[in-house]
């Protein structure tokens, strides 16, 4: 078991951690959450011992070990195979000393050893994990230096994968993963046999591949059993609560604050109106939950373009002469939400640059509105920000007509207050930075915006804000990314970049994700799907029929749930002779949570169906 006790640390005399504890089950996978700033990574080097504790303790069993991602794999001529064979430090010492063994005692306990480990599997087991997070069998034996920064990072996490420590911490790992190598990684964890602490705001993740959820707020750390969506359930009724037990205290102090004030200059009262003094003295504060700053997107409004705005025919593209991707026929209006799949090297980046500009079309024809404006946004494009400026000097150089006035509210209406805009870039954080990118990819209101991997460093309240925003937008929409929950929120149109063709992907993205999971040998089964049949009065009259009992199903549970906010937010229910009532109503107000959200899903589904039917 990991045990955080009474942990206290602070960073340039901002504290980040005043008495936090929490204990982490032995080969629990667990999600560790809070908002941006607030000390996970901080958290995480204080486990490993890089930081010097102020006071408290962090224990674990003895020789328990420690892993966690390399910064960067270096640039040299080892091979990527070799490179993750020797994380695993027992292995790489043994192997070597069995070259060199002569006592015939030591070559024993040597083999003996190496057999014990499994061993001779190893290069089987670190070529998988390689491949699963996008490397070719052949890239595999390449040497570090033929990759990027970016690929060398994906073999960094191959290497601690292979190294299997008994605490694995990770942080962010998907951000330099495509949606295919975070899919594999969801996977891996599942089966991972030791404990896993990782910190990420991809909500999938989060409800696929870990069993409880660390949640750091507020210098405290707590700890939720479950999934991360049974998390914000569990600890939106525990701030109902809270917030409760607030408002009752509040009534408290009031009324003995009258008591006082109305008879503290009476001789015949002013003792116990003392005794009242010293009661609101005593009286320790219940604090109210406070409601975070809102995250927002506001992205401006383009008008309208008559359709297509940009059209294919028989078009390819590609890089000094070799075509990437050919015969593409292809259109885009301006209401269209389009996720591109496909695995990493197939061409994602290239049909984006094709789409935006960036790259000439080889053969055949790609036509696009006079009028077009598209916003381009790359991850990249954070690391290209001038870092020794602030955001406003920024937006000043692209809109040196506007006032300073209409520069900050462009700022604030993306979530950079009044302290950001005047801090130089170098000094913000990955998140607002991130912010500031989307800022001035959308400045022009473009008609179309090309996101790749937009929420790499958001947090998940921006993410949710950022699928608002997506949702309102008026333009057009192509999406690369490995972040599914926006993709199911977002995407209406899924195309697929394979074989160097660009097709319409005609299965949903769970049938996709059960594509990509399949075992080599046992493909997923890949077909269109079949045109449905013309539905028959009385089956749509039946549909209805089922909206009509989902709506009044929803309408039943939402009185039930605002009766029973109501009773958890009366002063009275939180007396002593109240514990058993106000302990079933808690108890019950989970479970009408749990059920609106499956009516609200049920709903939803008869809806589209009906709809469908009566197209």
């Known amino acids: 078991m990991l045990s955080i006790s009474e942990l206290r640390y602070a960073v340039e005399g901002r504290s980040l951690f005043e008495g936090a504890s929490a204990n982490i089950p032995t080969g629990h996978k667990v999600g560790l959450v809070g908002r941006n700033g607030t000390g996970k990574t901080t958290l995480f080097k204080l486990i490993r011992g890089e930081l010097q504790l102020e006071s408290g303790s962090v224990t674990m069993p003895d020789r328990a070990r420690i892993g966690g991602i390399a910064q960067e794999v270096p640039s040299n001529e080892v091979s990527l195979l070799n490179t993750v064979l020797a994380a695993d430090k027992e292995r790489a010492s043994l192997m070597a000393e069995s070259e060199t063994a002569t006592d015939p005692n030591r070559i024993a306990e040597i083999q003996t050893r190496l057999a014990d480990i499994d061993a001779w599997s190893a290069e089987a087991r670190a070529s998988s994990i390689l491949v699963g997070l996008g490397f070719t069998t052949e890239e595999t034996l390449r040497p570090c230096s033929d990759f990027s920064g970016g690929w060398r990072m994906r073999v960094a996490l191959a290497a601690v994968l292979f190294s299997e420590p008994d605490l694995l911490l990770l942080d962010e790992p998907t951000n330099y993963l495509d949606l295919e190598g975070a899919l594999w990684l969801e996977h891996y964890l599942t089966r991972y046999p030791h404990t896993v602490i990782i910190i990420s705001h991809d909500r999938e993740l989060l409800n696929r591949s870990v069993n409880g959820i660390l949640h750091l707020e507020d210098k405290q750390l707590t700890f939720y059993s479950g999934n991360y969506d049974q998390f914000a359930r569990q600890r939106a009724a525990r701030r109902a609560v809270q917030a409760a037990a607030a408002k009752k205290q509040d009534l408290q102090r009031a009324h003995l604050q009258s008591f006082v004030d109305r008879f503290k200059a009476k001789a015949s009262k002013a003792k116990q109106a003392q005794s009242r003094v010293k009661m609101l003295e005593k009286m320790e504060t219940i604090t109210a939950p406070e409601d975070a700053a809102r995250v927002v997107f506001t992205f401006p409004k383009p008008e309208e373009l008559s359709p297509p705005i940009i059209s ?304």
């Open 312 to 615: 294919t025919e028989s078009a390819s593209v590609g890089y000094d002469g070799t075509v990437i991707l050919g015969k593409l026929n292809l259109r885009i209006d301006q209401d269209d939400r389009i996720a591109l799949l496909g695995r990493n090297g197939e061409g994602k980046s290239t049909l984006s640059k094709m789409l935006s500009g960036r790259l000439e079309v080889m053969d055949g024809r790609m036509s696009t509105s006079s009028k077009l404006r598209i916003g381009f946004f790359a991850q990249h494009q954070v690391d290209e920000l001038f870092v020794d400026e602030t955001p406003l000097e920024h937006l000043i150089r692209e809109r040196a007509h506007e006032g300073q006035a209409k520069l900050r509210a462009r700022l604030a209406s993306f979530g950079l207050g009044p302290d950001q805009a005047d801090t130089e870039v170098g000094r913000l954080s990955g998140g607002q930075k991130a912010r500031l990118s989307l800022l001035l990819a959308t400045l022009p209101a473009p008609h179309l915006l090309i996101l790749d991997e937009p929420t790499n460093h958001l947090d998940i309240e921006s993410r949710e804000a950022l699928v608002q925003a997506l949702t309102a937008y008026s333009g057009a929409v192509i999406l690369v990314s490995h972040d599914m929950h926006l993709l199911s929120l977002v995407a209406d149109r899924l195309w697929l970049v394979k074989d160097g063709r660009v097709n319409p992907y005609e299965g949903d993205l769970p049938s996709y994700r059960k594509l990509l999971l399949a075992p080599p040998d046992k493909p997923a089964k890949d077909k269109p799907k079949a045109k449905a049949k013309v539905a028959s009065r009385d089956d749509i009259l039946a549909m209805r029929s089922e909206v009509r009992k989902c709506e009044a199903r929803v309408a039943k549970l939402s009185e039930m749930q605002d009766e029973l906010a109501k009773r958890l937010g009366d002063p009275k229910v939180y007396e002593d002779h109240m514990a058993d009532k106000r302990t079933v109503w808690q108890k019950k107000y989970s479970e009408v949570m749990e059920a609106m959200d499956r009516a609200e899903s049920m709903w939803i589904k008869a809806q589209e169906k009906l709809e469908k039917a009566e197209r």
